[in-house]
T-cell receptor, first 110, second 114 residues
Framework: DAKTTQPPSMDCAEGRAANLPCNHS???????VYWYRQIHSQGPQYIIH???NNETNEMASLIITEDRKSSTLILPHATLRDTAVYYC???????????FGAGTILRVKS | NAGVTQTPKFQVLKTGQSMTLQCAQD?????MSWYRQDPGMGLRLIHY???????DQGEVPNGYNVSRSTTEDFPLRLLSAAPSQTSVYFC?????????????FGPGTRLTVT
C-alpha cells in the first residue's frame, strides 16, 4: 500500500471549514483513498473514500488531485464534536486490512 | 442492531495469565479483524478472518490466537500475557460484498498487564 503523509495537528475555528491534507505521492491506479476518524479513544469511524473523482457525503467532501498524489478532506462546518484524530489511508480494493499511521489531530475551537 | 460489540471494556491481567477478548457483530459481515492501539499511535492489525473457519495473520500476530467458528463471533486469545501487550484492542467487521467499503469498529477493550 502507498505511504501517506499527514500534518501532525491542525486547529480550526468552530463553524469554519476544516481542510485536512494528505500526501500519497506513490499511490497506484487501483488504490483507494480512505478517511477515518477516531474521537477520544473510541473505535475509528469511517468518513469517506474515493478513487479518482471527488466525493461528498453527509459528513464530508473528499477532493483528490488529478494526478492522485494528494487529497484533502473537507468538513464544511466544523463543530466541537469534530475534534478527533483523522487518518488518511490508501488501500487496494474494499479497504480491509487497513494500515493506520499517526493521523492528524484536529482541534476545533470555539 | 448493535453493530460490533466487545467485552470486557476494561481488563487487568498479571504477567503470564491468559484470557479471551470477545467480539461479536450482528451485521452478517464476512470480514472481521482485530487491531491493537498503543498510546499515541495508530492501529496495528493483529489477525483477521474472511469467513467462518478462515483466519490469517496481520502485522503483529505474535502472542495472540484467533478462531472463527461462526460468522458472528471472532474471539482473540492472549496465551500468556506480557506487559508489552498493554494496549487498547479494537475489533472491526465489514462486508466483502461488492460495493461495500466501510469497516465498522467496536468500542474497544482496554487491557493492562502488570
Amino acid at each position: 500500500d502507498a505511504k501517506t503523509t499527514q500534518p501532525p495537528s491542525m486547529d480550526c475555528a468552530e463553524g469554519r471549514a476544516a481542510n485536512l491534507p494528505c500526501n500519497h505521492s506513490t499511490i497506484s491506479g487501483n488504490e483507494y483513498v480512505y478517511w477515518y476518524r477516531q474521537i477520544h479513544s473510541q473505535g475509528p469511524q469511517y468518513i469517506i473514500h474515493g478513487l479518482k473523482n471527488n466525493e461528498t457525503n453527509e459528513m464530508a467532501s473528499l477532493i483528490i488531485t488529478e494526478d492522485r498524489k494528494s487529497s484533502t478532506l473537507i468538513l464544511p462546518h466544523a463543530t466541537l464534536r469534530d475534534t478527533a484524530v483523522y487518518y488518511c489511508i490508501v488501500r487496494v480494493g474494499y479497504g480491509n486490512k487497513l494500515v493506520f499511521g499517526a493521523g492528524t489531530i484536529l482541534r476545533v475551537k470555539s | 442492531n448493535a453493530g460490533v460489540t466487545q467485552t470486557p471494556k476494561f481488563q487487568v491481567l498479571k504477567t503470564g495469565q491468559s484470557m479471551t477478548l470477545q467480539c461479536a457483530q450482528d451485521m452478517n459481515h464476512e470480514y472481521m479483524s482485530w487491531y491493537r492501539q498503543d498510546p499515541g499511535m495508530g492501529l496495528r492489525l493483529i489477525h483477521y478472518s474472511v469467513g467462518a473457519g478462515i483466519t490469517d495473520q496481520g502485522e503483529v500476530p505474535n502472542g495472540y490466537n484467533v478462531s472463527r467458528s461462526t460468522t458472528e463471533d471472532f474471539p482473540l486469545r492472549l496465551l500468556s500475557a506480557a506487559p508489552s501487550q498493554t494496549s487498547v484492542y479494537f475489533c472491526a467487521s465489514s462486508s466483502l460484498a461488492g460495493g461495500s467499503y466501510e469497516q465498522y469498529f467496536g468500542p474497544g477493550t482496554r487491557l493492562t498487564v502488570t
